[in-house]
């Protein structure tokens, strides 16, 4: 777990991915004509509106972690499935978005993968790995297809219609399958989300900041 120095890094930095990512998803939905968000007053950049406090705590201590999610109807898109696939989609995409743009300003000022890994940095950046590490984390952690995250509603626009739907049903037990991932891979020292997501975190990192 981190300490408090670094906490007092992370929570910004946190509380500033996880509600880009739900602000996108409002707004994907919002343009494929869900207002559903907009009137639950979720369109907004204020971080309080997105907080999901136990998302938060697994972020601290797992590495992994969520933000309230954004309410959605899709009864009122065009395309029930393609639909739901780009608005699930648009919050992965928001934080390699927002990752890339970091990388960018680090290395105009220097910051890159080796100089981090040698120590050769300044606290800015830090803050800038900081910022690329945790949008490609939780991009790529939401794109694991596990209901309810992100990756399991862009897998359902590929199904056929009767195995979409057997799919969803695994929405209202998804996040505790989800938790219970992360306890056992706590407890017995398994970190089985970790395997997943590390290959394409780290060669990704490298690719950003080279």
Do not use: C
């Amino acid at each position: 777990m981190p300490n408090i120095p670094q906490l007092l890094i992370l929570a910004p930095i946190l509380l500033m991915s996880l509600t880009v990512h739900e602000l996108s998803h409002g707004l994907a939905a919002y343009w494929l004509g869900d207002d559903t968000a907009r009137r639950a007053g979720r369109l907004t950049l204020n971080p309080l509106r997105h907080l999901d406090i136990m998302g938060l705590l697994a972020f601290i201590i797992f590495k992994f972690g969520w933000a309230k999610p954004v309410p959605v109807n899709p009864y009122n898109f065009k395309n029930f499935k393609r639909d739901m696939a780009i608005t699930a989609a648009a919050g992965p995409l928001s934080n390699f978005l927002l990752a890339t743009l970091a990388s960018l300003v680090g290395r105009a000022f220097g910051v890159t993968y080796m100089n981090l890994a040698m120590g050769n940095t300044s606290l800015f950046g830090v803050i800038i790995y900081l910022v690329v590490l945790y949008n490609l984390a939780l991009g790529i952690f939401n794109l694991i297809p596990i209901p309810p995250l992100d990756g399991s509603k862009i897998l359902g626009a590929f199904l056929p219609d009767a195995e979409y739907f057997r799919f969803m049903r695994w929405q209202r037990h998804g996040m505790f399958i989800l938790i219970g991932i992360l306890l056992l891979g706590r407890l017995f020292n398994m970190p089985i989300i970790a395997a997943i997501i590390m290959p394409p975190l780290n060669f990704m990192l490298r690719l950003l900041l080279a």
